[in-house]
């Protein structure tokens, strides 16, 4: 049975799962598929660097000729792709030819090669505190508080180094311009959520989500294919708006 996945948080009850579908395999022969979660929702849009899910969609892909599945339908928003659309790629490639992507080979191709983005982006993808953006944490730690901060901080030696980054390709330097447009929101993701833990009144709260709305909408007129406004300003108004509840 596969691991349990960490970043939806869902009670899958694989043995059963696999029980039931052995009995089906013994009546029916033909293909099958498996009805997926794992880019639902706020798992989505609360990986703001589209990095957490790239090793679980992969080996789940994988693990589907394994269990005598040949197909997957992801429920998921399908312009789930800023900054890149590196984990449908993922998808992709394990479903058709059975094989794990390469981060390092993938970023290379799409922000040009000798770009900053990979390694940054890892940062930020360990800084980011899921649980306390999902109302699983009701407070953060301190060790949460100092790697936001430094990361937040790195933002702008960030931007100057992507700035200076400069690709042959035209698609290539697209991408790098798109990134730049983004690194705002992320500043404003960052800012909000230690914002939130040191506590700020119904003013501030209408404040942060006025700016998110406005960022978020821009984004989409900028990336009209490949970033949800609706998607990613509805889940994190709910974490602006958010009322914690724990014993």
């Known amino acids: 049975p596969k691991p349990f996945n960490q970043y939806s948080g869902a009670d899958m009850r694989m043995d059963e799962y696999l029980a039931q579908l052995r009995r089906w395999k013994e009546i029916f022969h033909g293909d099958s598929l498996v009805f997926d979660y794992n880019l639902f929702a706020g798992v989505s849009f609360f990986d703001i660097t589209n990095l ?6 992969a080996d789940d892909c994988i693990f589907l000729q394994e269990i005598g599945l040949n197909g997957r339908i992801e429920c998921g928003d399908t312009r789930f792709m800023t900054p890149s659309p590196i984990t449908w790629n993922s998808m992709a490639q394990s479903l058709f030819y059975g094989t794990t992507l390469s981060e390092e080979e993938f970023f290379d191709d799409y922000f040009g090669k000798g770009q900053p983005v990979l390694d940054y982006f890892r940062t930020i993808r360990d800084a980011i505190p899921l649980k306390y953006m999902r109302r699983q944490q009701k407070r953060l730690t301190p060790e949460q508080i100092l790697e936001l901060t430094t990361t937040r901080d790195g933002l702008l030696a960030f931007s100057a ?6 690709p042959r390709n035209d698609v290539q330097r697209k991408h790098c311009a798109d990134l730049q447009e983004y690194i705002n929101l992320l500043e404003l993701v960052i800012n909000t959520v230690l914002e939130q833990h040191n506590g700020f009144g119904d003013a501030q709260t209408e404040k942060r989500v006025a700016e998110m ?20 300003f509805s889940h994190f108004r709910n974490m602006l708006q958010r009322t914690l509840t724990f014993d």
């Open 213 to 232: 709305r406005e960022m978020a909408y821009r984004m989409n007129s900028v990336l009209p294919n490949t970033f949800s406004a609706n998607g990613f």
């Open 52 to 57: 957490n899910q790239n090793a679980i969609v």
């Open 161 to 166: 180094e992507l700035f200076a980054h400069s």
